[in-house]
Every structure is written in C-alpha cells, then in structure tokens.
C-alpha cells in the first residue's frame, strides 16, 4: 500500500513535471492574447465574415416556402443552422492545424523553439499543454460565435448542446492526436503554410462543414466517408436538428472512439519519431 510520502513525492513529480509546464504554456499564450487583442477579436469577426456570403446565398435560392432542396437532401429547412453546426468543425479543424503546427514554426520564427527544447520537460508535454491552450481558445471563440450566431443568423437547434458533446469530445481527442502528427511535419519541414491551407480547406470541404456531404461526385463522396471528421459533424447535426444521420449513431460514436485511440497512438509515434530524426540530423535550429 503506497505511503502518503510517496503519494506526496509522485504528486510532486506528477506537478513539476506536467501540470507547471502546461500552465507555463497557457500563461504565455494569455499573455500574448492580452497583448495582441486585435488577433483574438479577429478570430472571432473572420469566421463570421465568412458565414455572411453563405447566409446570403441560402437566402437567394431559397423560395417562399424556405430552402426546399435543401430539406428535401438534409430533412431539415434550417440551413444556416446547418451551416453554424459545421463551423464548429472547422473551427476545431483549423485549431489542431494552426494551433499546434503553426506554434511551433512561431517558437521557431522568434528562435524560442531551441530554448523549450533543452528544458527537462518532455517535448510531448509541452506540445500538450499548446493543445490545451488550442482548445481552450477555440471553446471561447465558439461561445461567442453561437451566441452571435443566433442573433445574425437565426441558429435554431433542438437539443441542448450538451447532447452532442457525446461525440464532440472523442472527435476533438482525435482531432489533436491528429495535431501531433501534423507538429511533427511541421518540424520537419520547417515551413509549412502551403502545406496548412491546403489540408485545412481540403479537410473542411470534405467533411462538409458548409453543405450536405451526400451531394459530392462519389469519388469525393468516397474520400468524404472515409474521414472520421464527418461522421463526428453528421453525429452532432443529427442530434442537434433531429436529422436523419448518414449511418447509426452507435456506429458513428464507435467510429469516433476507435478515431480517438488510434490517432493519439499514431500522431505521439509520429512526432517522436521526427523529434528523434531532428535531433540526431541537429536540424532543429535550422531555419
């Protein structure tokens, strides 16, 4: 039976090692939020300038009677609720891009990255605690962003929203296991912009944030359902707008959690395995 001296020793550890650093971290990323708050507020203002063109072109093919293709797809004539629900995935998909990719090409622009890595603290970690920080944003930016929503659009749901936290929560670990893989690539190459936009887009259309994925060509339909993403937003839009879902929601929960597992297994071996390659090559300085 542990002793409450090595139960105080392990908790100890447990602080120096984990907790302190990942609160290193957001404290520096509130710091820099507090002193850029013209980034933050843009965060929010761009997601919203984007959903206006759309707001206006559901309104320009729908008729007296409301979106009536639209229904007849999805089931439902609430499109820019439709619409929002999907904003929460890319919101999320470009948070496990930028937040936790683009941090480190930051570290590495302002010449910190060299710094943090000398420290005793695990890479893993602190990578970590730049996800935490990620999330955490993102859940802010998404409050306020449904909030507006609901006055400029008109979001219209009919569940509470914790309903669909059940397959929100298993999406976004895989979402930033997914994160660690792609920190790792970052590492790699050094400069990764082009490569981010890309696979941010590429993510966000196929997954069908703005638009039913049932109506893509079926080679991209194909490619549409092999990601687990799409299931995590159709899972939510289902619950949300009482919907019919693409499959069960049993199976797409269990498609979620065996997303989750895998991911995080893969984007950790991923990231280490560049670490250690950057390492021994000593290409971690080079910029």
């Not at 999805?74 to 499109?79: D, Q, W, Y």
């Amino acid at each position: 039976m542990p002793t409450q001296r090595s139960l105080s020793g392990s908790w100890t550890e447990a602080r120096l090692n984990v907790l302190d650093p990942i609160w290193a971290v957001l404290k520096k990323d509130l710091r820099i939020m507090v002193r850029y708050p013209l980034n933050t507020i843009m965060s929010i203002v761009e997601p919203l300038m984007w959903l206006t063109p759309v707001y206006f072109l559901g309104q320009a093919f729908s008729s007296n009677a409301g979106p009536v293709g639209f229904a007849a797809t999805t089931g439902s004539s609430r499109f820019m609720s439709f619409v929002l629900l999907g904003t929460i995935t890319q919101l999320f998909i470009s948070a496990a891009f930028w937040g936790m990719g683009w941090s480190l090409r930051n570290d590495m622009t302002a010449g910190t990255l060299e710094a943090n890595w000398l420290t005793p603290t695990s890479r893993l970690v602190l990578l970590f605690g730049k996800s935490v920080s990620s999330l955490l944003r993102t859940s802010f930016n998404l409050v306020i962003i449904l909030f507006l929503g609901r006055w400029l659009f008109g979001l219209e749901i009919s569940a509470p929203f914790w309903q669909a936290t059940v397959f929100l929560f298993p999406m976004l670990v895989g979402l930033y296991g997914f994160g660690f893989a792609y920190a790792g690539i970052v590492l790699l190459l050094k400069d990764a912009n082009v490569l981010t936009d890309i696979s941010n887009f590429l993510l966000s259309t196929l997954t069908g944030s703005t638009f039913p994925v049932k109506v893509l060509p079926a080679p991209l339909l194909f490619l549409s359902l092999i990601l687990p993403m799409t299931y995590g937003l159709d899972a939510i839009r289902a619950v949300l707008l009482k919907i019919p879902p693409l499959v069960d929601l049993r199976w797409e929960f269990a498609i979620l959690c065996v997303f989750a597992v895998l991911f995080i297994w893969l984007g950790k071996s991923i990231f280490r395995r560049v670490d250690d390659h950057v390492r021994r090559t000593g290409t971690i300085s080079m910029y």
